[in-house]
């Protein structure tokens, strides 16, 4: 009796001990497909029961065993600092390891219908419609990439629907949890926001993704609060979808007028490019409340990586370093210095807590004769000055140098879509890799495996010998584990597919863009005040002229007539006409001026050089005033260096556009003609503006949005973040990398196209951010 009170004593006192302080203080809740445990006053963590990784209890907290030792290593001690657990990491990597880390993979689409551009994809062996597998099951390529070759940084494009976006997430991360040492995937993706110009919006609907317009359609509301406010919800929408880096923003000046990606910049100005770029950023990368770990980091953070470094705005002639008749930046004005702001003072210079963009991207081009240390014009991936001298050196900048997709790769001349080993040419592939590790590259864009990269490593053992390289390594891992453990994804990088569908264009979201979309649009006319219009007027919309040809990958699209306007959502604004005699009014949408990419291969096979010119106007182009002698050239894969076009002639694809507007004014007599353009450059007036009563331009929008303002439920109020030139003239005499350099277009009103114009109901906007910005 006296021994069975003793033990009902002593468990009596073990029963308090575990109330009072030794009990776990953590608990699991079952997901299905993975576990959550939750830390009293610490991080949660998920994982999947399927990856074998064990729960260990130090302190009485959970932590993930996630390289299956029995003991908690630095690196799963969530309580630590980031570069502590990186550095840990880092040094107990392989070499193998590190150089699956460097890789960030081709396009991914989920699921995968293989073919195109970027290889094909597989599901045991056979086609997504033949394998009966899921949609968000993995290909047989990405669980090789992610197994065999160590890769965890995943470029995913198009998905089913967010709930398959958020199941493939879960399958992938289960997968790599149980590979040595459990490093997530750190899945990324291009802008996603884009508009569709047919949908609805309805207060109170959701939508798969919320719609905003064009990166310098959000510049032109002149608003970095509203670039930011873009950053936060998208980073929520991204998270949800299991995206925790962002291959953006796009923050090259738009100095070039004519470069096919101008409406991804942020404009001309570099002042407003560089609170635009710092806006966006701080929203992307900030978690606040409960979502932050650590200095602003935290479960609602995504990685930023600004692009492109050095710049990519100053394209000679407007032609795209996608090729190689574009490979070369030029800089006439002397002017590298305006292109470096918005990465030196924006994305740099954050006003939240984490400091600066954590990823950067070098452009494609070969920025000629800015390497004033070595002399070298080679891709700015290989520029040693570039990165290590001026990124690193003097900017200080010490996060991820990724490089642009495809760089290593080979290609066979200037004009197919195919590798981009600018100034490199002739370099074997594990060669490029070593010269770009040399040069301060962290990190090879499109590139799923690790073969190059270990060829790279022997070279500079070779070179250097093990302890330089294996540093160097190291080095590179850190940054690279830096953005994955900050965003918290060595705690949880499970997702909940039904909490996703909540986030991802839920309806407060939704409005936010369409509100954005309606702050994007410029009038630049308003002749007798032809706008606002009343409802129910009846209005005579011409249909819209698509033009056939190829796109980047050489895939072509017959052309065809469309309906310029969805008809349903123009019929709840008014009364749609078939005859321009029935009509009130009419309304003309048309798209700027689209002349081509600047090199034809007919030209080329009529003994020229391949060099045309790239026009900003519909009508047919002579390049009379272009320079006899291009500033940069030289190829392997040409025989001379002047990349000259001038005397050539172009004229837009879209020429119909024009003729469109000027046919539909003669029908329509002295009755209003209001015309629409989607603008995805600068384009030149004269040929229309005498036909129009009123212009509205945008860069992306529903149109329900132009509806809007069209009946002036909203007033106009954005501003143009670029110069509308007068002529093509002053666009081929004004310098490449110089802002603002444009002699501008005058109207029939008096009025100039000029960076900050734009027009409300009561005239010529001039107000505070006028003031700012046009100085």
Known sequence: MKNLTKLCEMGLIASL????????????????????ISNE???????????????LTVDRLAFKDLNKNGKLDPYEDWRLPVDERAKDLAAKLSVEQIAGLMLYSAHQSIPAFGGGPFGAATYNSKSFKESGAQSSDLTDQQKKFLTDDNLRHVLITTVESPAIAAQWNNNAQALVEGIGFGIPANNSSDPRHGTDSNAEYNLGAGGKISMWPATVGVAASF???LMKQFGEIASKEYRALGIATALSPQIDLGTEPRWSRFEGTMGEDPNLAVDMARAYVDGFQTSAGADEISGGWGYKSVNAMVKHWPGGGPEEGGRDAHFGYGEYAVYPGKNIKDHL????????????????????????????NQDTVNGENVGNSYNKYLITDLLRGKYGYDGVVCTDWMITKDTKNVFVFQGKCWGV????????????????????????EMGPVIEAYQMGVKEHGEEYMRKRFEQSAVRLLRNIFRVGLFENAYLDAAETEKVVGNPEYMKAGYDAQLRSVVMLKNQEKALPLKKQMKVYIPKKFLPGGKNWFG????????????????????????????ADFALVCIDSPKSGVGYSEDDLKKNGNGYVPISLQYGPYKADFARETSIAGGSPFESFTNRTYKGKTVEASNVQDMKTVIETKAKMGSKPVIVVVKVSNPMIFSEIEKSANAILVHMGVQDQALMDILTGAVEPSALLPFQMPADMKTVEEQKEDVPRDMKCYVDSDGNTYDFAFGLNWSGVINDARVAKYKK
Not at 345 to 365: H, I, Q
Not at 556 to 577: G, H, I, L, M, R
């Open 425 to 448: 040419e002739k370099l074997s592939e594990a060669d490029r890799h070593y010269k770009a590790i040399e040069a301060g590259v962290d990190q090879f864009g499109g590139n799923n």
């Open 17 to 36: 001990l575990l109330s009072f302080g030794c009990s776990p203080k953590w608990s699991e809740t079952d997901k299905g497909s993975f576990k959550v």
């Open 223 to 225: 608003d970095p609060q």
């Open 555 to 582: 895939i072509e699209t017959p052309s065809s007539w469309k309906d310029a306007v969805n008809p349903v959502v123009a019929a709840k604004y008014f009364q749609v006409v078939e005859k321009p005699e029935d």
């Open 41 to 55: 006053g610490g991080q949660t963590l998920g994982y999947s029961p399927n990856s074998g990784v064990k729960i």
């Open 341 to 368: 702001k918005p990465f030196t003072e924006g994305a740099f210079k954050l006003e939240g807590k984490t400091g600066m963009a954590s990823a950067v991207m070098p452009y494609y081009t070969i920025s000629f």
